[in-house]
Structures are given as C-alpha cells and as structure tokens.
Nanobody
Framework: QAHLVESGGGSAQAGGSLSLSCTAS????????MAWFRQAPEKEREFAAA????????FYAESVKGRFTAFRDKATNTGYLQMNSLEPEDAGLYYC???????????????????WGQGTQVNVSP
C-alpha cells in the first residue's frame, strides 16, 4: 500500500478555484487508480472524483461534474484535483485514496480504497 501525501486546499470565495495534489510514495509501481473524497462537518465522507491511472479515465460525482477535473502525472505518481467554480457546499476535508481492492461501481464508496491521504481542508466563503 502506498503512503499518500496531500497538499493544496485552503480558502477561496465562491466562484473561485483551488487545487489539490496527492503523491503516492513508497512504491515502485503505479496506482491502479486514485479517488478524491470529501467530508463536511457532521456528514459522511462522500465521493467526489476518481481517475483510473493507466488510461486517465475519470469519474465524477454529479455535484462536481463540469467544475472539478481529476488528472495525474504518471512520472511522479501524483494525482491532482482542480476545483473551479467553487460553491460553499464544496467546503470540507478532502482526502485522496488509492489502491482500490476492486474497480467497478464500488469505487464510489470508501470501502474498496486501502490507502488514504491525511486530508486537506477546503474552505469556500459565499
């Protein structure tokens, strides 16, 4: 399992942009996929986006589709989440995840993901 280190996040006004990165270290192979989950206070962790590493195929929650973009740098084993047109509802702790046990519709849940980043805070003011 990889050690995931997140960076980025911070504060933005509604309509603004932020970006997150997640580097998978401690491995010689590439991740099969990487996902981004977010958790608002007193809410469950929810799926935001995922990328299948080899082809770069991306998947998004309906709530972020058209505003968030996931991409990866194969050379550095780093995944990115570019967040545009931010809304106050996007605020929360964002976690990257990697090493899914399987790849199907289940990636929308937290259970298949075996490695997790430390989380990074995103604040969006109205």
């Amino acid at each position: 399992q990889a050690h995931l280190v997140e960076s980025g996040g911070g504060s933005a006004q509604a309509g603004g942009s932020l970006s997150l990165s997640c580097t998978a270290s401690g491995r010689t192979d590439s991740p099969y996929g990487m996902a981004w989950f977010r958790q608002a206070p007193e809410k469950e962790r929810e799926f935001a986006a995922a990328i299948k590493w080899s082809e770069g195929t991306t998947f998004y929650a309906e709530s972020v589709k058209g505003r968030f973009t996931a991409f990866r740098d194969k050379a550095t084993n780093t995944g990115y989440l570019q967040m545009n047109s931010l809304e106050p509802e996007d605020a929360g702790l964002y976690y990257c995840a990697s090493d899914p046990k399987s790849w199907g519709r289940e990636i929308l849940a937290t259970t298949p993901w075996q490695s997790w980043g430390q989380g990074t805070q995103v604040n969006v003011s109205p």
